[in-house]
């Protein structure tokens, strides 16, 4: 069995202390305002989207503030080729014209907001292909229910990494299941996702998005589940390690991509 890693993103609490029959003023310093950028782009012959925002002070009510006169571009450093993106009307969104990204060929997504401009590198890996879901039943404590579960031939003699993405009745479920095949190169494998959110029932509908990443992207995601103290000890809260420059924040991922979906029996 793989190691499997439900992400959950942790939400900072600000404490306010109190001394007795004394009130204590402190300084808050709101932190200079960040880029944050998460573009994708796959094996799929669609359009392909970048989002860019930047965040605000936590006094204010919103996070982020859409982007909307940014510069998006993509390059296939592999072939020396330059697709450009367009704004939409969407929150913060950018869209390219069609293309399909090829396994094996290096990617640069390039963002220009005023005078600076923020770039990050993905390797899209080569494809493992997805066999099918399956459902299994657990009992814990008396109480059974119904899990999904992926299955695959992992491709031996090379390192990969997965990114699930779970759907139970078109609702995506929250958080993110990560693996890799550091214990499992080139074998067939059977990968439970424990999701307890929603519950699976009989007759939902579930889809899976089966993703190979490169291994920043995976380590961009792992990095949010120490943080939130899943899948392993919890760290200092902090900002995931970015593969962009300039310090903006996000993520760029050239994935391959596979759908199926299953009827929970």
């Given at each position: 069995?793989?190691?499997?890693?439900?992400?959950?993103?942790?939400?900072?609490?600000?404490?306010?202390?109190?001394?007795?029959?004394?009130?204590?003023?402190?300084?808050?310093?709101?932190?200079?305002?960040?880029?944050?950028?998460?573009?994708?782009?796959?094996?799929?012959?669609?359009?392909?989207?970048?989002?860019?925002?930047?965040?605000?002070?936590?006094?204010?009510?919103?996070?982020?503030?859409?982007?909307?006169?940014?510069?998006?571009?993509?390059?296939?450093?592999?072939?020396?080729?330059?697709?450009?993106?367009?704004?939409?009307?969407?929150?913060?969104?950018?869209?390219?014209?069609?293309?399909?990204?090829?396994?094996?060929?290096?990617?640069?997504?390039?963002?220009?907001?005023?005078?600076?401009?923020?770039?990050?590198?993905?390797?899209?890996?080569?494809?493992?292909?997805?066999d099918s879901l399956s459902i299994t039943a657990i009992s814990f404590f008396g109480e059974e229910r119904k899990y999904v579960k992926v299955n695959?031939?992992?491709?031996?003699?090379?390192?990969?990494?997965?990114?699930?993405?779970?759907?139970?009745?078109?609702?995506?479920?929250?958080?993110?299941?990560?693996?890799?095949?550091?214990?499992?190169?080139?074998?067939?494998?059977?990968?439970?996702?424990?999701?307890?959110?929603?519950?699976?029932?009989?007759?939902?509908?579930?889809?899976?998005?089966?993703?190979?990443?490169?291994?920043?992207?995976?380590?961009?995601?792992?990095?949010?589940?120490?943080?939130?103290?899943?899948?392993?000890?919890?760290?200092?809260?902090?900002?995931?390690?970015?593969?962009?420059?300039?310090?903006?924040?996000?993520?760029?991922?050239?994935?391959?991509?596979?759908?199926?979906?299953?009827?929970?029996?």
């Amino acid at each position: 069995m793989k190691n499997l890693i439900l992400i959950f993103f942790a939400i900072g609490a600000l404490a306010l202390f109190n001394a007795c029959e004394k009130v204590i003023d402190v300084d808050l310093k709101e932190a200079d305002p960040l880029i944050v950028i998460e573009g994708n782009i796959s094996d799929e012959f669609v359009a392909h989207k970048v989002t860019v925002s930047r965040t605000k002070a936590f006094t204010e009510n919103n996070q982020v503030d859409a982007v909307m006169d940014a510069q998006v571009s993509v390059k296939d450093l592999t072939l020396n080729k330059l697709y450009l993106f367009s704004a939409t009307n969407r929150f913060g969104e950018y869209k390219s014209e069609l293309f399909k990204g090829a396994p094996g060929h290096n990617y640069e997504l390039s963002v220009k907001v005023g005078n600076q401009t923020y770039t990050a590198q993905s390797a899209m890996p080569e494809k493992v292909f997805l066999d099918s879901l399956s459902i299994t039943a657990i009992s814990f404590f008396g109480e059974e229910r119904k899990y999904v579960k992926v299955n695959y031939q992992d491709m031996p003699n090379i390192a990969n990494q997965y990114r699930y993405v779970l759907y139970v009745n078109n609702e995506k479920v929250k958080g993110y299941f990560l693996d890799f095949d550091r214990f499992n190169d080139g074998k067939y494998v059977n990968s439970t996702l424990f999701s307890g959110d929603p519950e699976l029932k009989t007759g939902d509908e579930v889809k899976l998005e089966f993703q190979c990443v490169d291994m920043n992207v995976y380590r961009y995601f792992f990095a949010i589940s120490q943080i939130g103290g899943n899948g392993g000890p919890p760290t200092t809260p902090a900002n995931p390690t970015s593969n962009f420059n300039n310090g903006a924040l996000g993520y760029f991922s050239a994935y391959t991509k596979e759908e199926k979906s299953a009827i929970i029996p």
